[in-house]
């Protein structure tokens, strides 16, 4: 009787050891080739783009000029390294449109990069600036920014 048990035991045991053992399917085959590379932030033109406005109901000079520059900011730079700047001259009525792209040879994913923006009159005395510096490239910041700049006095 006891071996009648055991095996009345044992076998549904093994059975069900066995409906729970976990298969490795097949790998599915992807479409890209081993020699196709997948780009990596060495390897591609990091790009930040936006508006700059003002809260300021005046209109902007007509010789007025657009000065925006991607620091990089991080403890290891003494001196902050301008990695991107772009001139956006006679820009019109705000809010003024960028796009600035930064080299990647530029880029250092363990950096932290900030945008500054300034608008300045012909003669080069600036008129606007950005208060604050907005994070941009790295650790998860924003890529489409809204920069807004005070008059300066």
Same mark, same amino acid.
């Given at each position: 009787m006891a071996v009648e048990f055991r095996i009345l035991f044992v076998i549904p045991l093994l059975l069900l050891l066995h409906a729970c053992q976990v298969s490795n399917p097949e790998p599915v085959p992807t479409t890209q080739s081993p +020699?196709? =590379? &997948?780009? +990596?932030? =060495? &390897?591609?033109?990091?790009?930040?783009?936006g508006t700059i406005t003002y809260r300021q109901k005046i209109a902007l000079p007509p010789d007025a000029v657009v000065r925006i520059e991607i620091i990089d900011v991080s403890e290891r730079v003494r001196d902050f390294v301008v990695v991107a700047e772009q001139t956006i001259k006679n820009p019109g009525a705000v809010p003024i449109k960028f796009q600035i792209s930064c080299p990647p040879d530029r880029i250092d994913p363990n950096h932290q990069y900030r945008l500054l923006a300034r608008i300045e009159d012909s003669s080069g005395k600036a008129l606007f600036t950005s208060s604050k510096a907005y994070p941009v490239i790295s650790k998860g910041s924003a890529s489409n920014l809204e920069v807004i700049v005070d008059q300066t006095r």
């Amino acid at each position: 009787m006891a071996v009648e048990f055991r095996i009345l035991f044992v076998i549904p045991l093994l059975l069900l050891l066995h409906a729970c053992q976990v298969s490795n399917p097949e790998p599915v085959p992807t479409t890209q080739s081993p +020699t196709t =590379q &997948t780009p +990596t932030a =060495q &390897t591609v033109e990091t790009e930040v783009s936006g508006t700059i406005t003002y809260r300021q109901k005046i209109a902007l000079p007509p010789d007025a000029v657009v000065r925006i520059e991607i620091i990089d900011v991080s403890e290891r730079v003494r001196d902050f390294v301008v990695v991107a700047e772009q001139t956006i001259k006679n820009p019109g009525a705000v809010p003024i449109k960028f796009q600035i792209s930064c080299p990647p040879d530029r880029i250092d994913p363990n950096h932290q990069y900030r945008l500054l923006a300034r608008i300045e009159d012909s003669s080069g005395k600036a008129l606007f600036t950005s208060s604050k510096a907005y994070p941009v490239i790295s650790k998860g910041s924003a890529s489409n920014l809204e920069v807004i700049v005070d008059q300066t006095r």
